[in-house]
């Protein structure tokens, strides 16, 4: 499958936005859906996770402030990012878990950036 994300841009600090991923086919059987980001000089982390059956989990520091959602209808993966602070500064990513009798496999979209000015 492919992935698209888009929705970055440049926001102030307390700002919103709101992140979209389109995926190129059904997400109905993907069991796992994360969003992603990286910040310049550092890795890659985890920042929300979406399970098939709607359960989600955040990292410590987005909680309370971002919203993951899935719409299998229109296979698409959100982040509702509010309250946002500089230090969200990031290209963020989404990805894929598809979990088939062949194995695991991993998809990745583009990514977007995200600027938050102090």
């Known amino acids: 499958v492919q992935l698209q994300a888009s929705g970055g841009g440049l926001v102030q600090a307390g700002g919103s936005l709101r992140l979209s991923c389109a995926a190129s086919?059904?997400?109905?059987?993907?069991?796992?859906m994360n969003w992603y980001r990286q910040a310049p000089g550092k890795q890659r982390e985890l920042v929300a996770t979406?399970?098939?059956?709607?359960?989600?989990r955040y990292e410590d520091s987005v909680k309370g402030r971002f919203t993951i959602s899935r719409d299998n209808a229109k296979n698409a993966v959100y982040l509702q990012m509010n309250s946002l602070k500089p230090e969200d500064t990031a290209v963020y990513f989404c990805?894929?878990?598809?979990?088939?009798?062949?194995?695991?496999?991993?998809?990745w979209g583009q990514g977007t950036q995200v600027t938050v000015s102090s």
């Open positions: 979406i399970t098939s059956g709607r359960t989600t």
């Open positions: 086919r059904s997400i109905f059987s993907i069991v796992v």
């Open positions: 990805n894929a878990e598809e979990y088939t009798d062949y194995g695991k496999y991993d998809y």
